[in-house]
Nanobody, 125 residues
Framework: QVQLVESGGGLVQAGGSLRLSCAAS????????MGWFRQAPGKEREFVAAISWSGVNTYYTDSVKGRFTISRDNAKNTVYLQMNSLKPEDTAVYYCARSHSGSYLYSDPDKYDYWGQGTQVTVSS
């Protein structure tokens, strides 16, 4: 079993920054790609970013390119999402998830098998 715990969410003004963390326990994440997703009220869960097991390859949804950066520290069993230039439309619950794959980067949530409980990000205008 893998337990994923997100942290770092909060309330920030538009243009501000937050850094989310996703810490894993139970089993190592180092062999798996990881992803971040988000879900706003009344909307479906959407893909935000993914990173390969090595950290070499990353993939972002278009709306966050140039503003968000996904990274990982396998020694700490932790994945990060640095979010800059935040906009009110970034407001959502953010989830991290472990992929079925080590290298291939999926945007489909069905390709992820373990999920955290989520952390709320609220961006005020």
């Amino acid at each position: 079993q893998v337990q994923l715990v997100e942290s770092g969410g909060g309330l920030v003004q538009a243009g501000g920054s937050l850094r989310l963390s996703c810490a894993a326990s139970g089993r190592t994440l180092s062999s798996y790609a990881m992803g971040w997703f988000r879900q706003a009220p009344g909307k479906e869960r959407e893909f935000v970013a993914a990173i390969s097991w090595s950290g070499v390859n990353t993939y972002y949804t278009d709306s966050v390119k140039g503003r968000f950066t996904i990274s990982r520290d396998n020694a700490k069993n932790t994945v990060y999402l640095q979010m800059n230039s935040l906009k009110p439309e970034d407001t959502a619950v953010y989830y991290c998830a472990r992929s079925h794959s080590g290298s291939y980067l999926y945007s489909d949530p069905d390709k992820y098998d373990y999920w955290g409980q989520g952390t709320q990000v609220t961006v005020s205008s």
